[in-house]
T-cell receptor
Framework: SQQGEEDPQALSIQEGENATMNCSYK?????LQWYRQNSGRGLVHLIL?????REKHSGRLRVTLDTSKKSSSLLITASRAADTASYFC??????????FGAGTRLTVKP | DAGITQSPRHKVTETGTPVTLRCHQT?????MYWYRQDPGHGLRLIHY???????DKGEVSDGYSVSRSKTEDFLLTLESATSSQTSVYFC????????????FGSGTRLTVV
């Protein structure tokens, strides 16, 4: 069963706009990770946030984590057409069974 | 992806035949994983390995077996392929210790007819 649930399932925006994706999960975690997947390719690790962290930045990416609400968000600022992809959150409970959500499909229109 | 390769990239096989997928890494990472990806389900863990000859089951292990005789190779075998095993299979590796992300291979698209 999935641990993370992404919302929305699909998101379409114009180039230059910000994109926000949300993830909710059910059990305690060691960390939460976000991945990107381009069509027909493998997943690429974007960012990891530990359970004792609340916010993390990497370039145009900003991730927040609220362990009391069991939720996370991924913000992509100033989006580009090349950001078009599916984005997955994954929860790591430290038991080698990282659970992935079904993903958010982001389309950035030029 | 750098450091991890999967073979074959595509395969069509008949129901009831055995199939073996290969994952090869050059990173010398201890942990290796096999996932399957199906529409609406995200990725689900099939089996993983925490060292040579050390493996354990994941969420959807029925009908699959694995072997790891060398650090660099992790094989996934479908004992007798069924149509429900039509999927995209991904291998992933991870460094030892906590709080590391996974590096994924490019996937194997398997069709069972």
């Amino acid at each position: 069963s999935q641990q993370g649930e992404e919302d929305p399932q699909a998101l379409s925006i114009q180039e230059g706009e910000n994109a926000t994706m949300n993830c909710s999960y059910k059990t305690s975690i060691n960390n939460l990770q976000w991945y990107r997947q381009n069509s027909g390719r493998g997943l690429v690790h974007l960012i990891l946030i530990r359970s004792n962290e609340r916010e993390k930045h990497s370039g145009r990416l900003r991730v927040t984590l609220d362990t009391s609400k069991k939720s996370s968000s991924l913000l992509i600022t100033a989006s580009r057409a090349a950001d078009t992809a599916s984005y997955f959150c994954a929860t790591d409970a430290g038991n080698n069974d990282m659970r992935f959500g079904a993903g958010t499909r982001l389309t950035v229109k030029p | 992806d750098a450091g991890i390769t999967q073979s074959p990239r595509h395969k069509v096989t008949e129901t009831g035949t055995p199939v073996t997928l290969r994952c090869h890494q050059t990173e010398n990472h201890r942990y290796m994983y096999w996932y399957r990806q199906d529409p609406g389900h995200g990725l689900r863990l099939i089996h993983y390995s925490y060292g040579v000859k050390d493996t354990d089951k994941g969420e959807v292990s029925d009908g699959y077996s694995v072997s790891r005789s060398k650090t660099e190779d992790f094989l996934l075998t479908l004992e007798s392929a069924t149509s429900s095993q039509t999927s995209v299979y991904f291998c992933a590796i991870r460094e030892d210790g906590g709080n590391y992300g996974y590096t994924f291979g490019s996937g194997t698209r398997l069709t069972v007819v």
